[in-house]
Each structure stands twice: as C-alpha cells, then as structure tokens.
C-alpha cells in the first residue's frame, strides 16, 4: 500500500508540474519527506492528507487506493461513509445514548459551539477542533462519551436530561479540548491557525514558515508553550521565539 500510495502521489505532482521542493514547500514538509513517501518507503501522517488532495487536485479515494472498492458487505453509501469515517481517530468525538439524542438534535439549532468556540479562541488563542457527534447503541440511554483519539477523557450517565445538558456537555468538552490541546494539536490545526494569522497579519510568516520551519515544527513549539503558559494567544512573539532558533 506504501508503494502504491507513492507512485500515485509522484505521478499526481507530475501532473500538477510541481517539483518535489515546490510541493514539500507548499505542504510544510521536508523534500526528503516526500521523496520517501514516492519511494514507498514511507507514508504521509493522515493530518496532511486533506491539504495534499488539495495540492494536488485528487480525491482521498484515489490517493488511497480505495477507489472503487466497498468496505462494507451492503452496497448502502451510508454504511460507506461511516466506515470510513471510523478509519482515522478524530481529535474529538463525542458519543451520546439514545436518551441525549432530543437535546442535541435542539442544541445544534443554535450557535452555542460558535460561541464557545469564540470564547476559547479570544481567551487562549486555541482553535476548537471540529466536534463529531454520534450516538451509540453501546452508551447507556442518558450517557455522554467523550473521546480524543480514542482515548476517554470524559464518561457520565445524566438522570435528567433537558436544553441544559446538552450546554452543560458542549462546556465540559470545551473544558477537555483547553486542559489536553497540547495534546489535541495536530498539523491539520496548525495550518488552519497559521492560515489564519497570516490573513490577519499579511507577511508574519515570510521567510519562516514553511521556508526554515515545517508545521510539525510549529506544532511542537506550541504544544511546549500550552504545557508551561497554558496559552497561545500571543501567536506572534511565540513564532518570533522560532525565528532565534
């Protein structure tokens, strides 16, 4: 799969004209990365696969060598995509019983996620990861689930259930997403961040990123700067501190 998925990517950037510095370059990564993944020796991390679909103007199907192929026994497309929506640990999921489904069907009718989400940005600087919610026929009728790579961050079963709940659940979520994003980052995120930065601030990147400093980089310097500050709101001076490295 490592060989086909390489040759499918050098023949994709072919195509696109692109050497493998311009398309490194323009992805956040080394040459050396990328020569690697068209040798076959190895593979992209899967937070970069949406941005090089992107680059090089391919379906994720296609870049996988899925294409045309069912993973399921049924020919049903919901089944499809919930198969393949499971095959990559998300940065959050949450998980709701039967019981929950009523609040959150009202809950996602307002913008309350858009504010928190709002909150948590003006007062740390972090971008809240997009929230999967699904219910499962394994979580009791009241319970919440709520997972971040899989791992279980938060697990309790509600007496009652109202408007509040749901409120009380998105809260206690944005809670885990500020005490574990050191965790949560990822280069998916820190590309949308650094997007963003530059949109407000044209030319702060210039000549440092991708040029001397890949996402993964940038991404381990934040997460450093979460551990010991707790925020990363000061983005410009957090990346000047990599410009003396």
């Not at 009380?168 to 997403?177: F, P, S």
């Not at 440092?208 to 993964?216: I, K, M, Q, S």
Request: glycine share 6%.
């Amino acid at each position: 799969m490592q060989r086909q998925i390489g040759e499918t990517i050098s023949r994709f950037r072919q195509n696109q004209n692109m050497t493998q510095e311009e398309f490194a370059s323009r992805l956040g990564v080394t040459p050396q990365a990328v020569s690697k993944w068209e040798r076959g020796t190895s593979i992209p991390d899967t937070t970069l696969l949406p941005n090089i679909c992107k680059l090089l103007n391919v379906h994720a199907d296609v870049l996988l060598g899925i294409e045309g192929r069912t993973l399921s026994e049924s020919e049903s497309t919901v089944e499809e995509r919930e198969i393949r929506q499971n095959l990559i640990a998300e940065p959050f999921r949450i998980e709701i019983g039967s019981g929950l489904i009523p609040c959150f069907v009202e809950g996602l009718k307002t913008d309350y996620v858009h504010q928190c989400r709002r909150r948590l940005a003006a007062e740390t600087g972090m971008l809240l990861p997009a929230l999967r919610i699904l219910d499962m026929m394994d979580c009791a009728e009241n319970e919440v689930c709520i997972r971040s790579y899989d791992k279980v961050l938060f697990q309790k079963e509600y007496c009652e259930v109202s408007m509040q709940t749901y409120q009380t659940i998105i809260d206690e979520t944005v809670r885990l997403c500020r005490e574990n994003y050191f965790r949560i980052l990822n280069k998916s995120l820190v590309k949308c961040i650094l997007d963003n930065l530059n949109e407000q601030y044209p030319g702060v990147l210039d000549g440092l990123v991708p040029d001397r400093v890949g996402y993964y980089d940038v991404m381990q310097h934040l997460r450093k700067t979460i551990e010991e500050q707790g925020t990363m709101r000061d983005l410009i001076h957090i990346l000047e501190e990599l410009e003396t490295k």
